[in-house]
């Protein structure tokens, strides 16, 4: 796979990250007001039971393709780059943790992780779109406002890390809307939280 | 009432062993959704191959003797510059509203400005002689500073639509060249953009740059035709304060009040 082909099929993956994010959305939309028929209750089931190792599989080829921009190509990380690989990282191994024991209540430490590095991608992405809010020169080194991948004329690479945050923060919010709909214990112990469903009305 | 009653119930309902059989039929489901997942990515990716591998490069034309037609017919990205002349010490940051320095803030004003003698794309020889009696505007663009990719078009249109003052002329030095940075080549993006002006290649060292006092990106030198320094700016300029500060070098005015 050539250095273009390997960007535009992250892009690609960004782009059905985001359907599957609008999708959410509007089967959420829907629940709340109409109700799910049996067919959509088996679709939101399915997806809430492999919610976790798909945000790791996200984190995973997120850290992946940074680590390809930088170290395979060389680009230069920028300050706040770095600060979304801060965010990112981790991510890697606790939801890998999370999903082999089955932990849904994982999306207390994961979703502040993930929510603060889409706040970073969005400012970065703005500080892209409109340098001049920031600065109005170049200087010789890599600026935050350089755009290195410009793929479908929306996706840059901080574009793709706020698709990436954003889609792991979902499927975490999935992942705890089972958590409190079916009250599933870690395999490897139980917790000492108590279920608000099994709290007598 | 059934259901909040149905909400409470751990179990799901009357049947005890609906949790167990939903498992069931969750465990059969995953397979499908995680290898359904595998072939979209499987597409993508194929996607992917294909359209990158079936893109060629088509650009424009470009009129001869311009910037754009030596960038089509780039040979080279960087070429070796002599500098004739003293060195500029570097821009101080202006003073006021005005993107331009002046004579108060700027040692460099009445200064003579070094002769450059490169090349440009093509290899075609390109002389940046300040004194030959025509004022120039000189600017310096890197071709990964996202100002630059923003006032180069925003110039060229300007130039386009017949603005540019005769007998002022404007010529481009491309540095920092770096091929791990955005937007590389150069030429490619001098010539998509069909840019005009004459581009002169700096080294790999910045040579033309350091000459002239670069200090960030874009970087202009205004000279009069003896070729002194009239006036410096670096930044991003808007169009009506850049076309100002031309028509004030056109007419020999001072730059800082005219733009």
Redesign the interface.
Known sequence: MSNDAVSLFLALLAVVGLVFVAATVVVALVARTAGLGPKLVSVRDGVEDVALPFAWAVATTCTIGSLYMSEVRHFTPCVLCWYQRICMYPLVVVLAIAALRRDRGVWRYALPLAAIGACISTYHYLHERFPDAVSTACDLNASCATVWIWELHFLSIPAMAWVGFVLIATLLLLARAADRRTPARPLHGPTNDPDPEEVPA | MTG?TH??D?H?GADPYS?LA?AQ??RK??P???GG?AV??LI??L???L???SSDDSSGTAAAGTGAAAAKDAKQETAKVEVKGASLVQMPSPAGDS?FTSASTDPAIGRQAPTLVGESFDRSKVTIDPTDGIPKVIMFV?H?????Q?EVPLIQKWIAAGNLPKGVEIVTVST?VAD???NYPPSAWIAKEGWQPKVMADDGDGTAAQAYGL????YFVMTNGKGEVVARG???VPIDQFAAAVDALAKGQPISAGA
């Open positions: 909040s909400k409470r751990p799901g949790k939903e039929s969750a489901r995953t499908w959704i995680i997942a979209v990515v993508l990716a996607i992917a191959v359209v990158t591998t993107p890197a990964w500073c996202p100002h630059c923003r920092a791990d940075r955005p200090p960030g990106f874009p670096s930044g991003e």
